[in-house]
């Protein structure tokens, strides 16, 4: 009952529009004091929740996606991809993905590629004839390909929650983010096909070899990052703290590094990452909770009980993530239902990193549906539009990421492929 009272207490703060982590420090607080435990020990819950070396990571990927923003390389990447792909009819619609694609490996945030990319391309596909709706609907939707393409952030929570390897899960993520990217590819190919007039241009090679030049510097984080830990030179922390430093090394060879940049990207940064972590810790507190109150042993009993099939589990799993994912935040999600949910998961013989994969691409895809959903927000604060147009316009682009979850699902191998060929 206890528990029950604190789950409405938590939906009617959200509702209520109360910030999330606060919404779930509120009732928590309420249930230590009732149950005779001291502010002071719920506090310290919450600073045992944050103190983590492997999160240390967070922070530095977030710096490196906003400088990467500040430096202006998602412009480099959409010209790059515009010039290679010049005679693709409905090549900006492709080039759309493909500078997704490209930012996603220094990102790691949907939303730092929603803002970036989207004032590029959204303006740009309008300009040339596309409907206002596609090219919302299709930059948000690309932009889910950041969290789950590495380094993602996602996934450095899951893995810090789950106590698995970076590594590992980064390597997992390669293909299914590549599959979201066919995914909208596909859906873009049928689009123009029932749209035709959108014309290819003559290449251009010297544009192209322009392009190019332009790009190999900021291409060379990627290489740092999962070079760095997939190869195991170093941990992700380190590689996001090397990365990092090459950004701010590049941006003045660039000559595009100013103390403005930097004040304006270490602001965003630390706003970004206090959020993150007053959600982390308010999670920790729920989990103490949780833990007390014995919703595993419970859980598992339940499901135990309900279904003995992996793939039934998994179904339901999938279906309780995405009507999380519309409710509440991505982190807090991850933070609050991963301990309970994975050993349950291990109970039926999935392996941890396939199920941390399935746990990432339910929750970016709940970044995209309201109450909640993050991007958005930010789509339609970046063009200007109203959340109805921008949701209308997201909509179609939901079936091809339903499938590809579905995919991965179903066929756990097409996730374990990469870090089983490199041995993790």
């Avoid at 060379?220 to 997939?230: D, R, S, T």
Wanted: glycine share 10%; charged share 10%; proline share 6%.
């Amino acid at each position: 009952m206890e528990l029950a009272l604190i789950a409405v207490g938590v939906l009617i703060l959200l509702f209520l529009r109360v910030p999330v982590a606060f919404a779930i420090m509120g009732p928590c607080l309420v249930y230590f004091t009732v149950n005779g435990q001291s502010a002071g020990m719920a506090l310290k819950t919450v600073f045992d929740a944050t103190n983590s070396f492997p999160l240390l990571a967070v922070p530095l990927f977030i710096f490196v996606g906003v400088v990467a923003n500040k430096l202006g390389i998602a412009e480099r990447l959409f010209e790059f991809c515009m010039s290679a792909m010049s005679r693709v009819p409905g090549n900006l619609a492709y080039v759309n993905v493909g500078t997704s694609v490209g930012f996603a490996w220094m990102s790691g945030s949907a939303l730092a590629d929603a803002a970036g990319l989207g004032k590029v391309q959204v303006p740009a596909m309008t300009r040339a004839g596309y409907p206002f709706r596609f090219a919302a609907g299709l930059t948000a939707s690309s932009a889910l390909i950041s969290p789950v393409m590495p380094p993602s952030i996602p996934a450095v929570i899951f893995a810090a929650t789950a106590t698995i390897s970076t590594g590992a899960l980064f390597a997992a993520s390669i293909v299914p983010a590549f599959m979201m990217a066919a995914g909208l590819c596909v859906y873009i190919a049928i689009w123009v096909a029932r749209h035709p007039g959108f014309e290819s241009a003559p290449f251009d090679a010297t544009r192209f070899r322009k392009a190019v030049v332009r790009v190999l510097g900021p291409l060379g984080a990627p290489v740092i990052i999962l070079g760095g830990i997939i190869g195991g030179y170093f941990t992700p922390t380190e590689a996001a703290g090397i990365a990092g430093v090459y950004m701010l090394v590049l941006g003045l060879f660039m000559r595009t590094v100013t103390f403005r940049v930097l004040w304006e990207a270490a602001k965003e940064t630390v706003f970004l990452t206090g959020g993150i972590m007053l959600i982390i810790g308010a999670a920790g507190m729920l989990g103490q909770v949780m833990a007390r109150e014995r919703v595993a042993t419970h859980l598992s009993d339940w499901m135990t009980d309900f279904t003995s099939s992996p793939l039934m589990f998994l179904l339901l799993i999938n279906l309780l993530l995405i009507v999380l994912g519309m409710l509440i935040d991505a982190t807090a999600v991850i933070l609050v239902t991963v301990p309970v949910l994975l050993p349950l998961a291990t109970s039926f013989g999935i392996d941890p990193v396939h199920f941390g994969v399935i746990v990432v691409v339910n929750l970016m895809i709940g970044l995209l549906t309201p109450p909640v959903g993050s991007v958005l927000y930010v789509m339609a604060s970046v063009t200007g539009r109203s959340v109805d147009e921008v949701f209308k316009g997201i909509v179609p682009f939901l079936v091809p990421m339903l499938i590809v979850l579905a995919i991965i699902t179903v066929f756990p191998q097409v996730v374990m492929f990469v870090p089983n060929l490199l041995g993790f």
